[in-house]
T-cell receptor, first 112, second 112 residues
Framework: KAGVTQTPRYLIKTRGQQVTLSCSPISGHRSVSWYQQTPGQGLQFLFEYFSETQRNKGNFPGRFSGRQFSNSRSEMNVSTLELGDSALYLC???????????FGDGTRLSIL | GEDVEQSLFLSVREGDSSVINCTYTDSSSTYLYWYKQEPGAGLQLLTYIFSNMDMKQDQRLTVLLNKKDKHLSLRIADTQTGDSAIYFC????????????FGRGTSLIVHP
């Protein structure tokens, strides 16, 4: 069974640009969550989607957005990039309530 | 909000046992998880325990749960250099949530 797939693995952008990251969950998993991981702040929850609806949202500015498609694949978008957005962005999928999340290998975003 | 605490670093000698500790505040936690993150990778689910269990063993891994003290530990027997990684503790509350609360991670360093 294929795991969670995130593309691209690495991205380099400059301040002010926007970026779209993609996540394909494990087949059958309908919940997809996004996290930002930085050395200083650790793992921070961005948002969670289920059946194309955002159900939970973390404490991030509106520049961070996401969506989920009917096949459960998800994208997250960051607009007007700032230097502080440099991080590893992780996607996780799960089968249902109280089920463990399974993570992809992340997208490493660097802002110059 | 709910909180999960872990010590930041643990250093052990190859062949010794490692014990990584975690405390949490949510008394309604139903599931508790241990994840491992190697450099450049996402979080890998190692094991998890239901809150009505005291112990779970899986090959070299032993999870102990003291629900009264809200304390979780992960013991790795015969620690190898390949076990060097960051270990995250996470808990899931009882409200049918899909979003676990993660600790900051414990960096395990195994030296020869």
């Amino acid at each position: 069974k294929a795991g969670v797939t995130q593309t691209p693995r690495y991205l380099i952008k400059t301040r002010g640009q926007q970026v779209t990251l993609s996540c394909s969950p494990i087949s059958g998993h309908r919940s997809v969550s996004w996290y930002q991981q930085t050395p200083g702040q650790g793992l921070q929850f961005l948002f969670e989607y289920f059946s194309e609806t955002q159900r939970n949202k973390g404490n991030f500015p509106g520049r961070f957005s996401g969506r989920q498609f009917s096949n459960s694949r998800s994208e997250m978008n960051v607009s007007t990039l700032e230097l502080g957005d440099s991080a590893l962005y992780l996607c996780a999928s799960s089968l249902g309530a109280n089920q463990p999340q399974h993570f992809g290998d992340g997208t490493r975003l660097s802002i110059l | 909000g709910e909180d999960v605490e872990q010590s930041l670093f643990l250093s052990v000698r190859e062949g010794d046992s490692s014990v990584i500790n975690c405390t949490y505040t949510d008394s309604s936690s139903t599931y508790l998880y241990w994840y491992k993150q190697e450099p450049g990778a996402g979080l890998q689910l190692l094991t998890y325990i239901f809150s009505n269990m005291d112990m779970k063993q899986d090959q070299r891994l032993t999870v102990l749960l003291n629900k009264k003290d809200k304390h979780l530990s992960l013991r790795i027997a015969d620690t190898q250099t390949g076990d060097s990684a960051i270990y995250f503790c996470a808990e899931m509350g009882s409200g049918g949530s899909y979003i676990p609360t993660f600790g900051r991670g414990t960096s395990l360093i195994v030296h020869p």
